[in-house]
């Protein structure tokens, strides 16, 4: 009777309450100071690595020249008297992270104007261009760039010049700044809170977090379970008794509810947000407010001046096997349609239909001849439709 009576008995299910609290609240300290700490000793290049344009990376897209060992080489502008180089940014880095351009290029003459042109991911069709300094080599920050935000799609340099010698573009660069402890801070509650509509991969996977996020919720939430048992394990070494094992279930149920929270909280924006979007509409009012909607509008009027029995199509991108080019062929059928061309295909028959999907480098129409040309091609057709997204093509024959 006066074992069972005993203070540590006594104290009942409060006493093993409260060396887990300390360890839960310890554990949440240890991880923000363990995050915090691998970013700010150089982790930072480790999780956003710089994005490097190299020659192979860029394409010139206006004016002459070519690839060269030493980068992407423009020999004469063109006909707005400019040499443009750009390339697509593969990961689509968030703007306000890497805001550090650096450019090295080679050949610039005395009086040559250099600038910076991109596009991001929500505006796609809209250029946004900055004044460099024309210098062979160099570095700015783009923090106080106003249009420098949202994802950024695609980077390059436009070169204004005399062009007496070739000017070669040998490299361009974005890299994440230096954040301060209190950037830290509030990205991370940014990532937590931020909210991502549906994508095409939402059917099948859910994230957890933003793109290349700095603070996983998933990934925090393990480390501060891991702490957080670690510190409740030497508070209370492991006894052999009935229910040890609970304190730590517990610490694994709660993160659970946490990240369960937040997945509740994003399902119920994106409800609101389909509503709002779908609601009381028909297929075709839902396919123009789909977040292709503008695509599907310019294919909706493709469709008009192709004929109804179906007809061979094929379409022509720049991204060959791409998104676009896979919707393109899905909305006009049942038309023939045939994906995978970079440039007209020289086996189109007359009363064939040629799509181009804007931007395609290298590819014009002749408006005088009547006929699409490219390097070492030909192909006589005739205008159907033009829009900013693309262009539709009868052939007349070659």
């Known amino acids: ?48 690595p710089p994005v490097q344009l190299t020659g192979t990376e860029l394409q010139l897209t206006s004016g002459q020249g070519e690839l060269t060992p030493n980068g992407l080489e423009i020999r004469q502008p063109g ?11 593969q ?53 106080t760039e106003p249009h420098w935000q949202g994802r950024i799609a695609a980077i390059g340099l436009t070169v204004r010049g005399a062009f007496s010698s070739p000017v070669t573009v040998r490299q361009l660069e974005l890299r994440p700044a230096p954040l301060t402890v209190g950037e830290l801070g509030r990205w991370a509650v940014d990532e937590w809170c931020v909210f991502e509509d549906w994508s095409q991969r939402s059917i099948n996977y859910a994230s957890g977090a933003p793109l290349d996020a700095l603070f996983p919720p998933v990934l925090i939430v393990a480390l501060w379970i891991g702490l957080s048992a670690t510190l409740y394990a030497g508070f209370n070494l492991p006894r052999r008794r009935p229910g040890a094992l609970l304190p730590y279930a517990a610490l694994f149920l709660l993160g659970w509810l946490l990240l369960d929270l937040r997945w509740q909280w994003e399902l119920r924006e994106r409800l609101e947000r389909t509503v709002e979007r779908f609601a009381g509409k028909d297929m075709t009012e839902r396919r123009l407010a789909d977040l292709d ?75 005088q001849g009547q006929a699409l040309a490219w390097e070492n091609g030909r192909l006589s057709v005739d205008l159907r439709y033009a829009a900013p997204p693309g262009a539709l093509f009868q052939v007349r024959g070659n």
């Open 91 to 143: 990961r689509m880095v968030q703007a306000k992270l890497f805001r550090r351009l650096s450019w090295r290029v080679e050949g610039l003459e005395p009086g040559s104007e250099l600038q910076l042109i991109w596009v991001t991911l929500a505006e796609p069709r809209t250029l946004r261009e900055r004044r460099l300094p024309s210098v062979s080599e160099g570095t700015i920050d783009l923090a």
């Open 79 to 89: 006909p707005d008297g400019r040499g443009v180089v750009q390339g697509l940014v």
């Open 293 to 367: 909607g503008e695509f599907y509008r310019f294919l909706l009027e493709v469709r008009r001046r192709l004929p109804e029995k179906p007809a061979r199509l094929f379409i022509v991108s720049q991204d060959p096997a791409g998104f676009l080019a896979g919707r393109a062929r899905y909305h006009l059928l049942p038309h023939n349609g045939y994906m995978g061309f970079s440039q007209p295909p020289e086996a189109a028959r007359a009363n064939d239909y040629v799509l181009i999907l804007s931007p395609l480098p290298g590819v014009r129409y002749d408006r």
């Open 1 to 48: 009777m006066a074992q069972m009576n005993s203070p540590a008995n006594r104290a009942g299910p409060l006493g093993g309450l409260l060396p887990w609290l300390i360890a839960a609240v310890l554990g949440a300290v240890l991880t923000a100071l363990a995050v915090l700490l691998f970013y700010r000793t150089g982790g930072l290049l480790t999780a956003a």
